[in-house]
């Protein structure tokens, strides 16, 4: 049986899985996924809103998504997330940390993720899957936020480190399977986003609402540098600093390059007149 605890600080939590709103934990306890004897509720122990440029990982998509504070990407990104509900019980902090949408690994298929040999995507059913860093593990990054965070050249504050957004996420390999750097038990507790003189976020999806991102593409300018992030393209959010000829598309994801150049040629023409 699983319990609920509710530590009184984050010097208290020993072990069990971290709940924040639970929009991705709940459903992954109920598919058997996740197995645990403790979920521990951090909510009360995040901080929470925006105050300047900095953003608890306890803020919702949906106070996000509200904020004039924010920048345009980041807000439009977490408007164009999930739905309404989701979005009002979903943090940014658990949005960054939840896990693939590949239906093989939601239906526990022993896949490479999965500590397996194989990835069955890139044999068998892949059209919702990545473009790029797909080798071992063909999926996609669901998070649209994600993205625009690495366009905006967002950083991170754990209850152990500070770190570029980028240096989040790590492409698997044969030691390692995860697509996370952070430690058990690590706390994800604010995130700084520089303001931007311009940003965008569009999404192409296979609905016009509640649907993740077949592609999402962030674009930011900041004084010289201009940033374009994708979302629904690699395994983690994916920062285009080649062209997307260097694109490594299975038979079933080429339509997704296609729809990307399309996406990130009216994003940069969007932030260079914004
Ligand atoms: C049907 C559906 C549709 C969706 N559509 C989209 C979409 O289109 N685009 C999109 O971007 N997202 C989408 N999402 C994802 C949704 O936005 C996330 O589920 C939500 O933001 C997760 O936040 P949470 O607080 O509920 O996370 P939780 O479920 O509480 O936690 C998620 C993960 O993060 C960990 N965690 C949470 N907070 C912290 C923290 N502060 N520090 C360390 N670890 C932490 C948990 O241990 C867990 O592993 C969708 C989800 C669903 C269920
Ligand atoms: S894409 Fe990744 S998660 Fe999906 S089957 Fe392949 S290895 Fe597993």
Redesign the pocket.
Known sequence: MTSLVQPASLDEIRGG????????????LADGL?ETEAL?D??GL?PRGIVGTTIG??T??AELESSSEVPEALRE??R????PQ??A???????????T?CWYWRLRYPCFLHGGDECHARTGEHREHAFFGNGLCASAH?????AALLALGATLR?DRRELPLAELYRLPDEEDRRLTT?EAG????ELDVPAPDASVYL?A?DRKR????LV?VAAARAGEVTRVAL?GAAPVPWLLEGGLDEATPLPGTAYKVEVAEALVSRALATIASG
């Open positions: 899985v971290l709940i924040a709103g639970g929009t991705e934990v709940v459903p992954q996740l521990v951090i909510t995040l990982a306890g919702t998509l990104a977490c164009l997330a999930a739905s989701l979005r019980m979903g943090t940014i902090g658990g949005n960054l940390l939840q896990s949408r669901p998070s649209d936020p994600a754990t952070l690590e706390v994800l507790l999404k999806m509640f649907s993740f991102p999402g979302a």
